[in-house]
C-alpha cells in the first residue's frame, strides 16, 4: 500500500523560504507523477506544482518563480523548495499522486507566513 507523508512546514517570516520534502512508501516511485497541493484557510485545495516520471515540472501561475519542486527517484522523495515567501502561502500543503486511478494524499504539513 502506497503511503505519503510530508514534513518540513513551519511558521516563517514573508520572504523567507522552507523546504517541504514528500516520502512515498512502495514501489515503482519513478514511473509516477507527484503533485504539491496547497490548501488555503477556507480554501479548496489547488495544485500548485507538478513533477513528472521524465523529470520535466509545472507551476501554478502563482508561485511560479518562487517555488521549484524536484524528485530524487533513488530516495522515493518529492520536494518542494518554497522561496520569498508570502502571507497568501499560508495553509496546509499536500503531497499527492495517483495510483491505480486512485488519488493517494499525505496528513499534509502547515505553513504559516507571518511577521
Known amino acids: 500500500q502506497v503511503q505519503l507523508v510530508e514534513s518540513g512546514g513551519g511558521l516563517v517570516q514573508p520572504g523567507g523560504s522552507l523546504r517541504l520534502s514528500c516520502v512515498v512508501s512502495g514501489n515503482d516511485f519513478s514511473a509516477y507523477n507527484m503533485h504539491w497541493y496547497h490548501q488555503a484557510p477556507g480554501k479548496l485545495r489547488d495544485v500548485i506544482a507538478t513533477i513528472y516520471s521524465n523529470g520535466n515540472a509545472n507551476y501554478a501561475d502563482s508561485v511560479k518563480g518562487r517555488f521549484t519542486i524536484s524528485r530524487d527517484n533513488a530516495k522515493n522523495t518529492a520536494d518542494l523548495q518554497m522561496n520569498s515567501l508570502k502571507p497568501e502561502d499560508t495553509g496546509v500543503y499536500y503531497c499527492?499522486?495517483?495510483?491505480?486511478?486512485?488519488?493517494?494524499w499525505g496528513q499534509g504539513t502547515q505553513v504559516t507566513v507571518s511577521s
Open positions: 499527492n499522486t495517483l495510483r491505480g486511478g486512485r488519488d493517494i
